[in-house]
């Protein structure tokens, strides 16, 4: 394994650790943008530097389509081409094929869907994935899966998660480079309590490098949603980070990190700010507004991002609906609030103070005390004494 994972505080089920990647050394929890090709829209690797980020996320499907895995390969790796000196994560590719074209099958070979180009079929192995993931080079690369949504019911749910365990024996063969990328299994099942507990089993035997929990929001309810994450995070080991995919909303990266998750991955902090939607701590603004023409504030006075320090609502308001500025410098605030989140995160374990972070956070966010059931559900289990924050008894709150 080229990957060292250390823990370095811990409140209850929550972790702040260390992880130690062939370029980069990340604290986590963390929050991975997703760099679509090589990039984050709008931003610069030098602004991305600046404002924290630890990990890119880089879709397989886009980089093998343009410019091409070999390409990229021979041109010395994704990190030399982009000019990006921290860490990396590929996805496997599998599931940007299922959602973005038509699928026309799932068989143990493989996925097959339409060609892009010429729309004739193509399969994509467990095999070709990790051989592009291999070429692209990434610290940290994900195993192929079948994913099916959480809202499936019925026996596609548990034979998608027993292909997934027949495939991660595939994808471990196929690695060629375990010394310098590591290799992570995703935990399947829906939202089958019993489907989930064997295939976290089955990866966890497998003593891969990390492990992720896959195939949430996908349309589940969010009391669903936090008891697969708390299931799964509980049968994940100790000493391996925890990876839930898709997670890009500030409450669940809260909620998920006091159930012992470590990494979280979205396009939404940068899709939302080019609708003109700003994340600030309580919850969002959206600067599309006719009130935000004239206001001389900053998005967020507490934030010392560069955004806020030079910039006012009204003149970013001007730019959203108009110019692609404005989009670019709401991407950057809004990337700059999600690492200055999970360094809280990692501080607040870290010092001893992760109830009351939680708290402050909840406040910020429900000022009315109105927070959701389910995130009272979720801190019950996960130790963290919230009824300050509640106006409402939690078992009385929709």
Known sequence: MALRFEVVGRFNRARAAQLTLPHFVCQTPLFMPVGTQGTIKGLTNNQLEDIGCQIILGNTYHLALRPGADLIDDLGGLHKFMNWKRALLTDSGGFQMVS????????????????????????LTPEESIQIQNKIGADIIMALDDVVKTTTTGPRVEEAMYRTLRWIDRCIAAHQKPDVQNLFGIVQGGLDPVLRDICARGLVERNLAGYAIGGLLGGEDKDSFWRVVAQCAAALPENKPRYVMGVGYPLDIVVCSALGADMYDCVYPTRTARFGTALVPEGVLKLKHKVMASDERPIDPTCSCMVCKNYTRAYIHCLVTKDAMGSQLLSYHNLSYMMRLSRDLHMSIVEGCFPQFVQGFLRAQFPKGDVPKWVCNAMEVAGIDISACCVLHPSSQN
């Open 100 to 123: 973005l074209l038509h699928l026309a099958d799932i068989t143990e070979k493989g996925v097959t869907f339409q060609s892009p180009v010429d729309g004739k079929p193509m399969l």
